[in-house]
């Protein structure tokens, strides 16, 4: 499974768009770059999941260049509830599907 | 629709007794997982079953843990008996059959606050 490399932290201010990027330099091609979110005294997650190029939901927008090596996390206009620890993980698409969780980002929103 | 439940929320035991934790997946999730966070480490992978076949337990750190899926339903770990290096958060999650395009999407509970005295 290909290592990945995010911020350890990152401070925002309440409405203001936040993106947080992620380097997996060794990444396969068969592997899909997936997003978690977790709250304190909570499980993860799941927020976003894509291939290559841009993927958009209700919740956040996920960018990959053409070269994959990196993808980024972008959640529009911020609130504070959405202070908790990002994930990015990568995964090559097996039958297991089991997680691999590295240290996250802490994203703290200010009022 | 309910969530992954997880029971107790928190437990405390002594060193060398045994604890058992319950995850009850979502209704028709023949992925069920194990996952646990030690303290000021990462969150780790243990084990995963598909209904009640376990399809990788490379996780598991020993033999003092002992995991189980009666029925494809409901899951228990087992830690026995409990060594202190055991404390941590055991969180559980489940996953419908990947039938369709490959999705990581996994539905995770509140967690178990195992503390081991």
């Known amino acids: 499974l290909a290592k990945t490399t995010q911020p350890i932290s990152m401070d925002s201010y309440e409405g203001q768009e936040v993106n947080i990027t992620c380097s997996h330099n060794n990444i396969a091609t068969n592997d899909y770059i997936t997003w978690y979110q977790q709250f304190p005294s909570q499980g993860p997650r799941f927020i976003i999941q894509?291939?290559?190029t841009k993927v958009t939901n209700e919740v956040a927008s996920l960018f990959i260049p053409a070269d994959r090596k990196s993808s980024t996390l972008s959640l529009p206009r911020v609130s504070l509830s959405d202070t908790a620890v990002y994930y990015c993980l990568v995964g090559d698409g097996g039958s297991a599907r089991q997680l691999t969780f590295g240290s996250g980002t802490q994203l703290t929103v200010l009022p | 629709e309910a969530g992954v439940t997880q029971f107790p929320s928190h437990s405390v035991i002594e060193k060398g007794q045994t604890v058992t934790l319950r995850c009850d997946p979502i209704?028709?999730?023949?992925?069920l997982y194990w996952y646990r966070r030690v303290m000021g480490k990462e969150i780790k992978f243990l084990l995963h079953f598909v209904k009640e076949s376990k399809q990788d337990e490379s996780g598991m750190p020993n033999n003092r843990f002992l995991a189980e899926r009666t029925g494809g339903t409901y899951s228990t770990l087992k830690v026995q008996p409990a060594e202190l290096e055991d404390s941590g958060v055991y969180f559980c999650?489940?996953?419908?059959?990947?039938?369709?395009?490959?999705?990581?999407?996994?539905?995770f509970g509140p967690g178990t606050r195992l503390t081991v005295t």
């Open positions: 209704s028709g999730h023949d992925n």
């Open positions: 894509g291939y290559k």
């Open positions: 999650a489940s996953s419908q059959d990947g039938t369709g395009p490959v999705s990581y999407e996994q539905y």
